[in-house]
């Protein structure tokens, strides 16, 4: 089984979100939108759209989203079977968080890397 099949999303948080969307919006063209991130649609070797959107998010320093995490960021990784990798990390003695989400945007799990960050595992929806 492949355990990671892309990046799902990339969250941070910032001193000033608003101020820090802005900069990357003018400086690097990144189409930041009202809720405080930008898609990007997914292409193939030849530029044609396929399936799937990366998420790319900045959000303020509050909130516990990344806890018990202490780091400013959380990568979110699309995987096929959240359910089976999160059987695999625990026989592997990983630090796996006890509550698997399911919603209309997918299944997700949470993972602790060894240096303490928390890591999003996504299963999106099926067509997605």
Known sequence: MKRVTGIG??????????????????HLGID?????GAAFTWADAEGKPTTGTTIWSIGGPEGDHFAPSTAPFMINYRVTDVHALVS?????????????????????????????????LWEPPPGQ
Not at 32 to 36: L, N, P, R, S, Y
Not at 97 to 118: C, H, M, Q, R
């Open 32 to 36: 930041v939108q009202e809720w405080g």
């Open 9 to 26: 999303g990339i969250f941070f948080k910032a001193r000033d979100p608003v101020m820090l969307r802005a900069w990357y919006q003018k």
């Open 88 to 120: 695999m990390l625990r026989a592997e003695a990983c630090n796996v968080l006890d509550k698997v989400d399911e919603s209309e945007y997918g299944k997700f799990a949470w993972v602790i890397d060894p240096e303490g960050n928390k890591v999003e």
